[in-house]
């Protein structure tokens, strides 16, 4: 498991810092660019938020052709494809062409989230599942404490070849997508049997493993892929994605606007003080995924930091100083990453095979809408009252939401156990 770990996460996580970057590189743009294609607050949030219409729409789709085709094959259609789009929207010049671009670039980055969750279920057992999780979605905080900092330096090419910063870093940030297609189609393996950098007895020990577990799910709980998209439970688990992504992307669109309000900050700085509650958020991650790994428990590490980013948030809500502000937003941050690994931890002990690849995607489709719900409400609510707070009760309120559903499904651990480990397959002597 140590060798499939240094071969896959690392790479995996690189890829999904690039995705994660490009998905909100709108954010670190956002400032300059409404005053450059005289953007309100609310068409700013729309057109940021409706990349995820697409990505509601597509997500099944591409995960049942990502089971089909092998994830090697489609990731890397996606990254292209991405990439190319991510890049046009530095020709954006107005309010339709940003909401065209923003719509194309869900259909084109559809399915690689979801994807690279049911290729770790391919991968990794149950036992392992939470702190890969964690470490794949590491990403997401250090996208953002390393593309912080670099987008707000990037902004300072502003009138470079006659372009704006922002879209500098929209063409910039775009290249290593198109570079890490190609990467993917040499360097990924799409299940362990495949694996030419495996033994045959680990691949075999390996494959065996995931097996029994899925066989002893399906002896439960056989879902196929078209009763996976409306089963309660996976519905149900779609609304608590939902209210961990409401606050979650809300925020990190209009995190650096937050922190550019303080005053007396340049570009280099506010990416800065941005990156710290993600920074939180990652050494967080990381301790509570093994921890949920460790204890075997899954409910309960799923609503603390549920409840962690309701108290941050709502304490955030109240506080005009800086310093406090954040120090309450990086308990926030804490709860945004470390809930990740514990809730995907949870469908995924419930779901196999193609069910898994479609019900993945169904929760990650609904969740997602959630992205398109937090920055078109905080855009309305910021232009309606002048001000961060509102915006920021109502993410505390969808968090709060979610913690409850997650009470109310509770968590079988049986299903996360092979009947029997199997034994490693013994080479045959001479």
């Excluded at 896959?8 to 660019?33: E, I, K, Q, S």
């Excluded at 950098?197 to 680990?202: D, H, K, M």
């Excluded at 066989?215 to 779609?238: K, L």
């Excluded at 406090?324 to 308990?331: D, G, T």
């Amino acid at each position: 498991m140590s060798k499939v770990t240094r071969r896959l996460v690392p790479f995996l996580m690189l890829c999904y810092f690039v995705a994660y970057l490009d998905r909100v590189n709108v954010g670190f743009a956002g400032a300059t660019m409404r005053a450059d294609l005289g953007l309100t607050a609310t068409a700013f949030g729309g057109a940021a938020g409706i990349f995820f219409i697409a990505y509601f729409l597509f997500e099944v789709p591409s995960n049942l052709a990502l089971d089909r085709f092998g994830a090697r094959v489609w990731i890397a259609r996606i990254m292209f494809t991405w990439g190319l789009i991510s890049g046009a929207q530095a020709f954006v010049g107005g309010e339709t062409s940003f909401n065209a671009v923003r719509l194309l670039l869900g259909c084109a980055e559809a399915g690689f989230f979801p994807g690279i969750i049911f290729f770790l279920t391919l991968w990794f057992p149950s036992a392992y599942r939470a702190r890969i999780v964690a470490m794949f979605m590491a990403a997401i905080p250090i996208s953002t404490i390393i593309g912080a900092p670099v987008s707000g330096l990037i902004l300072g090419l502003d009138g470079a070849a006659g372009l704006h910063g922002w879209q500098w870093v929209f063409l910039i940030e775009a290249a290593p997508a198109l570079l890490m297609a190609f990467a993917v189609l040499a360097y990924l393996t799409d299940r362990p049997r495949d694996a030419a950098w495996l033994t045959a007895e680990e691949s075999g020990w390996l494959q065996a493993r995931l097996d029994a577990e899925r066989a002893n799910r399906e002896s439960r709980h056989r879902i196929s892929w078209r009763r996976a998209v409306v089963d309660p439970r996976v519905v149900a688990f779609g609304f608590v994605y939902m209210g961990l992504n409401i606050p979650q992307y809300g925020l990190s669109f209009f995190l650096p606007q937050i922190v550019k309000a303080f005053g007396g900050l340049n570009g280099f700085e506010v990416g800065l003080v941005t990156a710290v509650p993600y920074l939180v958020g990652a050494v967080g991650m990381i301790a509570w995924s093994r921890s949920s790994d460790r204890t075997g428990e899954r409910k309960w590490h799923t609503v603390i930091p549920l409840l962690c980013i309701v108290v941050g948030l709502l304490s955030a809500s109240a506080m005009s100083d800086p310093a406090p502000k954040m120090a309450c937003l990086c308990i926030a941050g804490f709860g945004f990453f470390a809930v990740y690994a514990s809730f995907w931890a949870l469908p995924t002990a419930l779901l196999s095979g193609t069910g898994a690849a479609a019900g993945i995607a169904a929760i990650n489709s609904i969740g997602n809408l959630g992205g398109y719900f937090g920055p078109q409400v905080f855009g309305i609510l910021k232009d309606r009252t002048g001000g961060e707070t509102a915006g920021l009760v109502f993410f505390a309120a969808c968090a709060l939401v979610g913690a409850g559903i997650v009470l109310a499904l509770g968590h079988d651990r049986s299903l996360e156990r092979a009947p029997a480990d199997p034994p490693a397959r013994q080479p045959t002597r001479a």
